[in-house]
């Protein structure tokens, strides 16, 4: 009994849930504010090219890679055990200890694990997530 009593408590919570969800006065509401939102839809498009003009001349500013660092293509051919040099964005560090960092890095075009980084205690500290840092390294992989 309750078991049963339990299971219909639940389904007429989904119900309720799913009911409120419904926004049955979208079609009143569309009708008497029609002219208004032509307006201002026209003022926002116009404000959102501008910003997405600017978004996109950032991003390829700071997407761009300093002289001798490898793509991330160039980094994924690159053979085991060769030397790397790479440029990423800090998402997170797992660890330091006795000058040596481990940190979770990604570029637009793909992600690194970088372990052993030599790296000070003051230097770890400043390494926040988004972060930009160039990495000199050997490229290896975990077995």
């Known amino acids: 009994m309750k078991k049963k009593t339990l299971a219909l408590t639940m389904a ?3 119900v309720l849930s799913l009911a409120a969800c419904g926004n049955s006065n979208a079609d009143v ?3 008497s504010t029609a002219a208004a939102t032509t307006e201002a ?3 926002a498009a116009t404000t959102e090219a501008a910003t997405e003009a600017s978004t996109e001349a950032a991003e390829a500013v700071a997407d761009e890679k300093s002289e001798g660092v490898m793509t991330y293509e160039e ?3 690159a053979d085991l055990d ?3 040099v790479i440029e990423a964005y800090v998402q997170a560090k797992q660890s330091w200890w006795e000058d040596k960092a481990t940190l979770y890095t990604q570029d637009q075009d793909g992600a690194y694990f970088i372990y052993n980084a030599a790296c000070s ?3 770890y ?3 926040v997530p988004g972060t930009k840092i160039k990495v000199t ?3 290896t992989e975990w077995s």
């Open 82 to 84: 060769s030397e790397v």
């Open 75 to 77: 980094y994924m051919a």
């Open 137 to 139: 390294g050997y490229k």
């Open 12 to 14: 007429m919570a989904m």
């Open 121 to 123: 205690e003051e230097d």
């Open 125 to 127: 500290a400043k390494l």
């Open 29 to 31: 509401a569309a009708e």
């Open 41 to 43: 839809a026209t003022e």
